[in-house]
């Protein structure tokens, strides 16, 4: 992996005063990321992970120890807690040169 990061979300915690607990960004200088969901989503609300696509914002509901994985340079952004703490491990992955196979 190129980062390893553990993601902790409160309930009443905001960023920069938006409504998302992480705003809407990509992954730069990464090809995949996968996002491993440590909490039961029974002990918290909200904390949706969300995707822009082909113009469409759609959110993942991720089960507890569920595996989420996607292009790291789509649009996503995480949003607010309303209850309890979200509990993630975050996994970025590097593009991948193999000599011989071209660029």
Same mark, same amino acid.
Not at 16 to 37: F, I, K, N, Y
Not at 88 to 95: G, K, M, S, T, Y
């Given at each position: 992996?190129? &980062? ?9 915690? +905001? !960023? ?5 607990? =992480? ?5 730069? +200088? ?20 969300? !995707?822009?696509?082909? $113009? ?7 089960? +507890? ?10 649009? !996503?952004?995480?949003?607010? =807690?309303?209850?309890? &703490?979200?509990?993630?491990?975050? =996994? ?9 196979? $071209?660029?």
């Amino acid at each position: 992996p190129r &980062t390893i990061e553990l993601l902790n979300y409160s309930s009443g915690a +905001q !960023h920069a005063g938006a409504a998302l607990s =992480l705003g809407w960004h990509t992954d730069e +200088q990464s090809a995949v990321t996968a996002l491993l969901l440590l909490s039961d989503p029974a002990n918290f609300s909200g904390g949706e992970l969300y !995707h822009l696509a082909h $113009g469409q914002m759609h959110a993942a509901h991720a089960r +507890q120890h569920e595996l989420l994985v996607y292009r790291s340079h789509t649009p !996503h952004a995480v949003g607010a =807690l309303t209850a309890g &703490t979200r509990l993630a491990v975050a =996994l970025e992955f590097w593009h991948v040169h193999v000599p011989g196979e $071209g660029v």
